[in-house]
């Protein structure tokens, strides 16, 4: 069974330049989660999806941050503009459904400077 | 509002030997899930175990088993018979509806 894919796996900016991760779930999978995982923490859910509609994005910093899910199956992040406190780890995971196991991608480092 | 703390930063075992991660989380809903994510150097994020609030039986994977207490919010994680390739962040996580909180995360190192 093919895995969470997440491009890019690097991606080093400058601030306020904007980037785009791109993630594919698990074949079958309805809901999809953006996290973001800052150094020395915990991952932070930043938008969840179910199917293509968005469930749940209140931490997600809708000034700069953007999420799509276009025919409930890949998913695209996009930040504009990029600031500092942006370099995280950006994870995609997938489920069948809520509060079933989510399956995560291998992530994102993105380095803003 | 609902929140995971994890009070050990770091830990370490020698190999073959058991260790105890802590979680203790809050939370007003009744019905919820808890789990324990593995995440290695290389950072794949991974299910190491699932409890369900409702089942008061403590999951058991193998060589990972929880202390599940309800009452006293409490979901602790034992590895028993430690092995090099358990050293890795874990992440103690909590759902009600599908979103994911998680804990600030244990390093355990083993050591040979």
């Known amino acids: 069974e093919a895995g969470v894919a997440q491009s890019p796996r690097y991606k080093i900016i400058e601030k306020r330049q904007s980037v785009a991760f791109w993630c594919n779930p698990i074949?079958?999978?309805?809901?999809l989660y953006w996290y973001q995982q800052i150094l020395g923490q915990g991952p932070k859910l930043l938008i969840q999806?179910?199917?293509?509609?968005?469930?749940?994005d209140s931490q997600l910093p809708k000034d700069r941050f953007s999420a799509e899910r276009l025919k409930g199956v890949d998913s695209t992040l996009k930040i504009q503009p990029a600031k500092l406190e942006d370099s995280a780890v950006y994870l995609c995971?997938?489920?069948?459904?809520?509060?079933?196991?989510?399956?995560f991608g291998p992530g994102t480092r993105l380095t803003v400077l | 509002a609902q929140t995971v703390t994890q009070s050990q930063p770091e830990m370490s075992v020698q190999e073959a030997e058991t260790v105890t991660l802590s979680c203790t989380y809050d939370?007003?809903?009744?019905?919820?899930?808890l789990f324990w994510y593995k995440q290695p150097p290389s950072r794949q994020m991974i299910l190491v175990i699932r409890?369900?609030?409702?089942?008061?039986q403590n999951a058991t994977e193998n060589r990972f088993s929880v202390n599940f207490q309800k009452a006293a919010k409490s979901f602790s994680l034992k590895i028993s018979d430690s092995q090099l390739g358990d050293t890795a962040m874990y992440f103690c996580?909590?759902?009600?509806?599908?979103?994911?909180?998680f804990g600030q995360g244990t390093e355990l190192s083993v050591k040979p």
């Open positions: 999806f179910q199917n293509n509609g968005v469930v749940d």
């Open positions: 074949s079958g999978h309805a809901t």
């Open positions: 995971a997938s489920s069948t459904g809520p509060a079933n196991k989510q399956f």
């Open positions: 409890q369900e609030a409702y089942k008061q």
């Open positions: 939370t007003s809903e009744s019905n919820y899930y």
């Open positions: 996580a909590f759902t009600a509806i599908g979103k994911l909180i």
